[in-house]
């Protein structure tokens, strides 16, 4: 049985179906979900169509787990259902054993990951802050620019209907009142 996961939805799980296959599953269980999510629906699942002895294979340790202290659970779980856990890549490839050394090493692995997640957050953020302060900031554009909006002002100064103005540029209305409310305020703040 293999278990694939991915934590938001712009990722790609074929790698990791592709590699599951390679060695051997038959069944996979795929799961798009956000590290904020406490269910993971599909790992239930898979948990729940593991008989005795049956092995359930991950590529990597973080596929498992999103902190330590799933990790260790998840694989203590597996332990109490008779279930072995392989891992495909990583520093704990190979089967895991929960006896002995054997968990010693998965709970010191388990640690490792969470640390090396929060300093790829940490190098993320540092990564943000230094695009910001050369003038790069990340996300989508504004759907109003500076001419549209101008447009949009004059339009409104003569009593158009928003609606009508939305349709004229090109955008939803929601945007277009959200952006007039936004350069309101600032006109009435001073910013």
Known sequence: MGYARVSSKGQDLAGQVRL??????????????????????????????????????????????????????????????DHRLEILGGPLSGIYDPQGAGKVLFVMFAAMAEIE?????????????????????????PAIDGDMLAIALRRRDANEPVT???????????????TLAAYDEAATTGR
């Open 20 to 81: 599951l296959k390679e060695a051997g599953c038959v069944r996979i269980h795929v799961e798009k979900i956000g590290t904020r999510e406490k269910i993971r629906p599909e790992y239930n699942a898979a948990l729940a169509d593991l008989r005795p002895a049956d092995t359930l294979t991950v590529t990597m340790l973080d596929r498992l787990g999103r902190n330590m202290v799933e990790l260790i659970t998840s694989a203590q779980n597996l332990a109490e259902r």
């Open 117 to 141: 997640r929060e300093f790829i957050h940490e190098r993320t953020l540092i990564g943000l802050d230094t695009a910001a302060a050369n003038g790069k900031h990340g996300g989508r554009p």
């Open 164 to 178: 009508s103005i939305a349709r004229h540029l090109g955008v939803g209305r929601s945007t277009l009142y959200r």
